[in-house]
């Protein structure tokens, strides 16, 4: 039912997850696809890719090359720190776990210097508290390796429109979409991000297992959350749960 157990993380059995905090959806017509020619506008568009996997990282630039976007890779975060433009039309897709300067030393240092480029972070390795402070750190989007290419190109179309990050404009974001959940919503939210069953939910509400499993789907549309840890994910950014006991922090039913 859920992908993890109640207080405790547990890893899901497939290719790649994304933990994706707000982003104004694309026109379908829009997206980049493999194999398709890249829309004029988009030609000067740019990506930074850190990584210090030099296999990974010829592998996407070659991948974004491929779609008609111009990718700089950078082996060590302080390099591309150097190099980055706060200017450009571009995005960053930085690995969370590099030796030296890590990921997300490298967002806290852009925030620093005022580049307020939008972060995609892949990553191995993703845990909550990592993912938790990507979030309110600024970050976009965060994606497991292996990745799959689609998903990701999609990423960084989300990211490469939607300009600039402020952070606290994404948690106001979330927040709306929060407040609009009906009552019947906001009751399955808190024991869905605590990992119970979609029949344990039913057991506790009084209702039928069909009933959660609609409002379940209600729940993660409305708060444009692909995964339940996308969903926790932004509910611990907006602190309304604890990250490491998902225990809740404000009353969900009062707006």
Same mark, same amino acid.
């Given at each position: *039912?859920?992908?993890?157990? %109640?207080?405790?993380?547990?890893?899901?059995?497939?290719?790649? %997850?994304?933990?994706?905090?707000?982003?104004?959806?694309?026109? =379908?017509?829009?997206?980049?696809?493999?194999? $398709?020619?890249?829309?004029?506008?988009?030609?000067?568009?740019?990506?930074?890719?850190?990584?210090?996997?030099?296999?990974?990282?010829?592998?996407?630039?070659?991948?974004?090359?491929?779609?008609?976007?111009?990718?700089?890779?950078?082996?060590?975060?302080?390099?591309?720190?150097?190099?980055?433009?706060?200017?450009? $039309? $571009?995005? #960053?897709?930085?690995?969370?776990?590099?030796?030296?300067?890590?990921?997300?030393? #490298?967002? @806290? $240092?852009?925030?620093?210097?005022?580049?307020?480029?939008?972060?995609?972070?892949?990553?191995?390795?993703?845990?909550? +508290?990592?993912?938790?402070?990507?979030?309110?750190?600024?970050?976009?989007?965060?994606? *497991?390796? +292996?990745?799959? *290419?689609?998903?990701?190109?999609?990423?960084?179309?989300?990211?490469?429109?939607?300009?600039?990050?402020?952070?606290?404009?994404?948690?106001?974001?979330?927040?709306? %979409?929060?407040?609009?959940?009906?009552?019947?919503? /906001?009751?399955?939210?808190?024991?869905?991000?605590?990992?119970?069953?979609?029949?344990?939910?039913?057991?506790?509400?009084? #209702?039928?297992?069909?009933?959660?499993?609609?409002?379940?789907?209600?729940?993660?549309?409305?708060?444009?959350? @692909?995964?339940?840890? =996308?969903?926790?994910?932004?509910?611990?950014?907006?602190?309304?749960?604890? +990250?490491?006991?998902?225990? +809740?922090?404000?009353?969900? /039913?009062?707006?």
């Amino acid at each position: *039912e859920s992908g993890y157990c %109640r207080g405790l993380w547990r890893q899901p059995r497939r290719a790649a %997850r994304r933990y994706r905090w707000p982003v104004p959806a694309m026109p =379908a017509a829009g997206r980049f696809h493999l194999g $398709a020619a890249m829309p004029e506008h988009t030609q000067q568009q740019l990506v930074y890719v850190v990584d210090d996997d030099q296999g990974m990282l010829d592998s996407t630039v070659w991948l974004f090359e491929s779609m008609g976007l111009k990718a700089l890779p950078f082996t060590n975060g302080q390099t591309f720190l150097d190099a980055c433009d706060p200017a450009a $039309a $571009a995005c #960053v897709l930085l690995d969370v776990r590099m030796p030296g300067m890590g990921g997300l030393a #490298v967002q @806290d $240092a852009m925030r620093e210097r005022g580049i307020g480029l939008p972060v995609i972070f892949v990553s191995a390795h993703a845990d909550v +508290p990592i993912v938790v402070r990507a979030f309110r750190g600024g970050a976009v989007d965060f994606i *497991e390796k +292996p990745y799959n *290419e689609q998903l990701l190109l999609d990423s960084v179309q989300r990211a490469l429109n939607q300009g600039p990050v402020h952070p606290a404009s994404c948690a106001q974001e979330v927040q709306h %979409r929060l407040e609009r959940l009906t009552p019947r919503e /906001r009751d399955i939210v808190l024991p869905l991000v605590q990992g119970f069953s979609n029949r344990e939910i039913a057991e506790q509400l009084g #209702v039928s297992v069909k009933t959660v499993d609609l409002y379940r789907s209600r729940v993660m549309k409305r708060m444009q959350a @692909d995964s339940l840890p =996308a969903l926790v994910g932004m509910l611990v950014g907006l602190g309304v749960i604890d +990250p490491f006991t998902l225990q +809740p922090l404000r009353d969900l /039913r009062v707006s």
